[in-house]
């Protein structure tokens, strides 16, 4: 999904990218050998999964056939249609190559025919996930460089292709996006896989970055899902806070202290209150580490401490320790 331009080997300028075409056959990047021509491949089966992926969220939400439609195209082109606009390339590559949308729809298609569902189907998701996340930051990555951008910017869109269409897709639906609360590894490949493009395609053989770019950032993903791998969240009870606890203690006059203390126990007494903070799905596994097959109940009370009882104490001794 790029429109950088530049010269084949037999002088002839022309445009790179997944969408160009040399001797009827598609390339990314002006690279006209197999490389090129399996990237720009990879570039369009990830149209289709990400259209198939954005399909069954539209079946769970009882989306109809033009919801089916919408979700399936915000998925599959988002992000690189988000790269595009940013960065000028515009009539965007989703826009002017007709194979994105048409391959979007047909994805949505077979989602809205197919009920893709279990362990098997979530499976075989996640790996080809990764796979076309790895071929996404390399090909906004290199897009991105070509248009002249920063090297930071580089990687910044690299991150985009990979994870923009997943992101505008939940938050159409009302949701947070996973990315921001799910502790899973998408970001962090996608930045070290943009990184590793960035530096190879300035430093090697383009070829080269569009090998080992790609399957550093699938290697690192696939990795951190079957370790269980977690992107690390803030901490509650971090040393600054005590620092400025110890501080407060010090310094805060006992009528403030006083006020405060009845605010945060009116605060208490509502425990469904909305703070604006959604506990993780790190938080939900720390109180379930004992229990290797965790029953309802158990997961039930698991819920009840990390959203209620958030110290998982089961009273309201941890919240008026200071």
């Excluded at 996930?129 to 930051?137: F, K």
């Excluded at 990555?141 to 990687?155: K, R, Y």
Aim: net charge negative; proline share 4%.
């Amino acid at each position: 999904m790029s429109s950088v331009t530049g010269r084949n080997p037999c002088g002839k300028k022309r445009t790179l990218g997944s969408t160009a075409r040399y001797d009827d056959l598609v390339y990314f990047g002006g690279i006209d050998n197999a490389v090129g021509q399996a990237i720009a491949i990879l570039d369009l089966i990830g149209v289709f999964l990400n259209a198939l992926i954005g399909g069954t969220v539209a079946r769970r939400l009882r989306f109809d056939a033009v919801g089916f439609m919408l979700i399936a195209i915000i998925s599959a082109m988002a992000g690189g249609m988000m790269r595009d606009a940013l960065i000028g390339n515009t009539p965007v590559a989703a826009l002017s190559d007709p194979w994105y949308i048409s391959i979007a729809l047909v994805g949505a298609a077979v989602a809205f025919l197919m009920n893709l569902r279990g362990y098997v189907w979530e499976l075989t998701r996640f790996h080809a996930d990764m796979v076309i996340l790895g071929v996404w930051c390399t090909t906004g990555t290199v897009t991105a460089l070509g248009a002249g951008v920063s090297w930071i910017g580089c990687i910044l869109m690299g991150v985009i292709t990979a994870t923009g269409g997943m992101v505008i897709r939940e938050v159409l639906i009302g949701r947070i996006p996973r990315i921001l609360n799910d502790q899973q590894m998408y970001v962090v490949p996608a930045i070290v896989g943009s990184a590793t493009a960035l530096t190879l395609y300035q430093v090697a053989d383009p070829s080269v970055a569009l090998v080992v770019a790609p399957l550093t950032a699938f290697t690192l993903g696939t990795v951190a899902y079957w370790a269980k791998w977690y992107v690390p969240a803030s901490n509650e009870a971090g040393r600054f806070d005590i620092w400025m606890t110890k501080l407060v203690r010090t310094l805060e006059p006992n009528k403030v202290r006083e006020w405060r203390r009845e605010k945060e126990a009116t605060m208490r007494d509502d425990p469904l209150a909305d703070d604006g903070v959604m506990p993780t799905k790190g938080e939900v596994r720390e109180q379930l580490e004992n229990a290797d097959e965790p029953t309802p109940e158990e997961f039930l009370a698991a819920l009840f401490r990390v959203y209620v009882d958030r110290h998982g104490e089961g009273s309201s001794e941890g919240w008026a320790r200071d």
